[in-house]
């Protein structure tokens, strides 16, 4: 979407330019946040040693208290505007019927269990699978070298449908930590409907989480491929990693906004990241675009996860499909209130007292009121959506039309994570 003011260009300044690099790391008041090794809000090595250095648009206009938003945009975005769901809505509606089929269980009530997220009208936004089979179509490039692990008896199935294999492995990984954290979070409601173990009982929850891990380690050997195995079993261990992060945090951790971002990779943006460099790797793409695939799915799915935290303050319990305050609630610092925090230090005094008394939910919400928490949280967002956007755009240049719609969609998908309101 283009708007009548603040468009403006920037045109084929080097990937190492002092310039393009200030520019991409500006982040208004915000303050940094130093992230270790993977987690660093700094260009890779090899994305700076991406090729494809082309005309960069960016959009601007005013937003979150006049703050203009730099949405990284490459100049194909003067075409029409397109909707990423409906750009693989087939292949969806595709997966969709294969997941019910792999979720099939020889006892019952687990098989009840294990498909109660994945029938029709209840599956979610989908949204992760939808990243995935974009990305695979943004990276149908040719390939530098031979793919020996498709080659000979390993040839069991078509590139395109071992990536769609991914995105079948990543939904399925993805609901099972859903039916998990609800067990742990003793939720009552998920996706506008009664949660899986208030229905059925943490019990079998935690054993229909199970199942479609097993279902998805059935599904990841079936890749016959040893490196993708390896990023989604850890991908596991993350997920494992984040939540015991955040139940066992120690005083300085839970106020550290360091702490709170390695969580919040665990926890949402390794199952992304890892999934979409899967995608690249399974391609046979390089080493430094597997990277750019992987640096795509990490900001991505930091920014989706700091607004998932500023819509717990902002949205209602219907919008969002569960409940709202649910984080601090439940005792979870979160991004908002962490910066709030900077700005009245009193307010981690309120905070230890806990959420038991509904008059320290009170005090601890007049005081984020007050402060910048909310709006620097999505500054902190809107700075990771740019981050991913510019991945997509440091990928070497493709004149197939299909290659370029995938890869607008991408960066409009980025758009859509900060404008997001449920």
């Known amino acids: 979407m283009l708007f009548s003011r603040g468009l403006f260009q920037i045109s084929r300044i080097p990937r190492n330019s002092s310039c393009c690099r200030w520019f991409l790391s500006h982040r208004s008041d915000t303050r940094p946040v130093f992230i270790p090794n993977i987690l660093s809000l700094h260009p890779s090595e090899s994305d700076r040693q991406a090729p494809g250095c082309r005309e960069i648009m960016y959009l601007a206009y005013p937003t979150f208290h006049g703050l203009g938003r730099q949405i990284h945009q490459s100049s194909c975005v003067v075409e029409e505007q397109l909707?990423?769901?409906?750009?693989?809505?087939?292949?969806?509606?595709?997966?969709?019927?294969?997941?019910?089929?792999?979720?099939?269980?020889?006892?019952?009530?687990?098989?009840?269990?294990?498909?109660?997220?994945?029938?029709?009208?209840?599956?979610?936004?989908?949204?992760?699978?939808?990243?995935?089979?974009?990305?695979?179509?943004?990276?149908?490039?040719?390939v530098p070298k031979p793919l020996p692990h498709l080659v000979g008896d390993n040839l069991t199935m078509d590139l395109r449908t071992r990536q769609q294999c991914v995105a079948e492995i990543t939904e399925m990984i993805h609901v099972a930590s859903l039916l998990h954290d609800d067990v742990l979070d003793d939720a009552d409601t998920r996706r506008g409907i009664g949660s899986l173990n208030f229905v059925m009982g943490n019990k079998i929850s935690v054993l229909a989480g199970d199942f479609l891990l097993s279902r998805a380690c059935v599904a990841l050997a079936s890749l016959k491929n040893t490196e993708v195995v390896s990023l989604i079993a850890q991908v596991v261990e993350h997920l494992v990693t984040g939540e015991t992060?955040?139940?066992?945090?120690?005083?300085?951790?839970?106020?550290?906004?360091?702490?709170?971002?390695?969580?919040?990779?665990?926890?949402?943006?390794?199952?992304?990241?890892?999934?979409?460099?899967?995608?690249?790797?399974?391609?046979?793409?390089?080493?430094?675009?597997?990277?750019?695939?992987?640096?795509?799915?990490?900001?991505?799915?930091?920014?989706?996860?700091l607004i998932d935290d500023v819509l717990d303050f902002t949205g209602t319990s219907a919008s969002l499909g569960k409940g709202s305050l649910s984080d601090i609630r439940h005792g979870i610092i979160t991004a908002p209130l962490l910066f709030a925090m900077e700005e009245f230090p009193q307010l981690r005094t309120v905070v230890e007292r806990g959420f038991d008394n509904?008059?320290?939910?009170?005090?601890?919400?007049?005081?984020?009121?007050?402060?910048?928490?909310?709006?620097?949280?999505?500054?902190?967002?809107?700075?990771?959506?740019?981050?991913?956007?510019?991945?997509?755009?440091?990928?070497?240049?493709?004149?197939?039309?299909?290659?370029?719609?995938?890869?607008?969609?991408?960066?409009?998908?980025?758009?859509?994570?900060i404008t997001r309101t449920k």
Do not use: W
Request: proline fraction near 3%; charged fraction near 25%.
């Open 358 to 417: 509904p008059e320290n939910v009170d005090n601890a919400m007049e005081y984020l009121g007050k402060s910048r928490g909310i709006q620097r949280a999505k500054e902190l967002a809107e700075k990771h959506a740019n981050l991913a956007a510019e991945a997509i755009d440091s990928l070497p240049e493709n004149d197939d039309e299909d290659v370029r719609k995938s890869r607008r969609a991408l960066v409009d998908l980025t758009r859509r994570v």
């Open 83 to 142: 909707d990423p769901f409906s750009l693989v809505a087939d292949e969806l509606s595709l997966l969709a019927n294969r997941l019910r089929a792999m979720v099939v269980a020889e006892v019952p009530k687990l098989a009840s269990a294990a498909e109660y997220f994945f029938k029709l009208g209840v599956e979610g936004k989908r949204f992760r699978p939808t990243v995935l089979l974009l990305m695979a179509t943004a990276l149908n490039m040719p």
């Open 245 to 305: 992060m955040q139940m066992t945090t120690t005083s300085d951790q839970r106020y550290s906004m360091e702490y709170y971002m390695q969580k919040t990779y665990y926890k949402t943006a390794s199952l992304i990241s890892n999934s979409c460099k899967s995608v690249a790797l399974l391609a046979g793409q390089t080493a430094e675009v597997a990277m750019l695939a992987y640096e795509y799915g990490k900001n991505l799915g930091l920014a989706y996860q």
